[in-house]
């Protein structure tokens, strides 16, 4: 009983916590991924400020504004900024500043009107391990909940199976016929409902089976004084002088 309450509670453990951790899981890489598009963006925002206001008499930028403190301050770690713009002939030119990387990049963009476009780049890695930590959290708090409900779990099951095994055996004592231990109370109203049942059963049947015994003896007594007499009395007839009456 108790093995099968515990697999019983450790099966829905398991099933909510697939329900809520595989979601939560998904959330969270999406959510990782999207708050690093919004830093990128924000940053974009802010670098392009900049950057128009240095724009010269002819709408573009200067290339070596890239380069300055105030726009290194802004870059995210390990990130590349790249302008591409025309230059005077029209032809298309690209200035990059901060780190190189190698490998796959997480990248937002956005426009400079002339002056060109801006691109703002990060390592995809650095997203990926912040998404592999947060899926990690996640899995820890559904690990933990299912350690958690394991405990509880246990503990409730032998607080039922308990109580319903110890009714067994004292029903089958019972059943033996023994009728002296008391019917416990075990705090579960439907247990000591049952348990109330089966000791008002065992009183009324230790009583009547008392009684019974009662009337048995009080029987018995009677049958014994007449068959008593009767054998006295048959004890004188065989030694009586007729041998048929001894026979008989």
């Known amino acids: 009983m108790r093995r099968r309450i515990l697999n019983t509670m450790l099966a829905m453990l398991l099933a909510v916590g697939a329900l809520l951790g595989i979601?939560?899981?998904?959330?969270?890489?999406?959510?990782?991924?999207?708050?690093?598009?919004?830093?990128?963006?924000?940053?974009?925002?802010?670098?392009?400020?900049?950057?128009i206001r240095a724009e010269g008499p002819d709408g573009r930028v200067p290339p070596d504004?890239?380069?300055g403190e105030d726009v290194a301050v802004l870059l995210p770690p390990d990130g590349r900024l790249t302008l591409r713009y025309p230059d005077a002939t029209g032809i298309e030119r690209t200035t990059t500043t901060g780190s190189q990387i190698d490998g796959k990049t997480m990248a937002d963009s956005i426009g400079l009107?002339?002056?060109?476009?801006?691109?703002?780049?990060?390592?995809?890695?650095?997203?990926?391990?912040?998404?592999?930590?947060?899926?990690?959290?996640?899995?820890?708090?559904?690990?933990?909940?299912?350690?958690?409900?394991?405990?509880?779990?246990a503990v409730t099951a032998g607080r039922i199976a308990d109580p319903l095994t110890d009714l067994a055996a004292r029903a089958g004592a019972m059943a033996r016929g023994d009728f002296r231990?008391?019917?416990?109370?075990?705090?579960?109203?439907?247990?000591?409902?049952?348990?109330?049942?089966?000791?008002?059963?065992?009183?009324?049947?230790?009583?009547?089976?008392e009684r019974e015994g009662e009337i048995v003896g009080d029987v018995s007594h009677q049958l014994r004084s007449r068959l008593t007499a009767i054998q006295l009395r048959l004890d004188?007839?065989?030694?009586?002088s007729d041998p048929a009456v001894v026979n008989e």
């Open 236 to 240: 004188e007839l065989s030694m009586h």
């Open 113 to 153: 009107g002339d002056a060109g476009t801006l691109a703002l780049e990060i390592p995809l890695d650095q997203v990926r391990d912040d998404q592999l930590a947060a899926v990690g959290i996640v899995a820890i708090v559904v690990a933990g909940s299912i350690v958690a409900g394991t405990v509880v779990a």
């Open 23 to 51: 979601p939560l899981s998904v959330v969270a890489w999406w959510w990782v991924a999207d708050n690093a598009h919004q830093s990128l963006d924000a940053r974009l925002k802010v670098i392009s400020d900049q950057l």
């Open 181 to 209: 231990s008391d019917w416990k109370m075990y705090g579960i109203a439907e247990l000591d409902r049952v348990s109330r049942a089966l000791g008002d059963a065992n009183a009324e049947i230790a009583l009547r089976l």
């Open 65 to 67: 504004v890239l380069t």
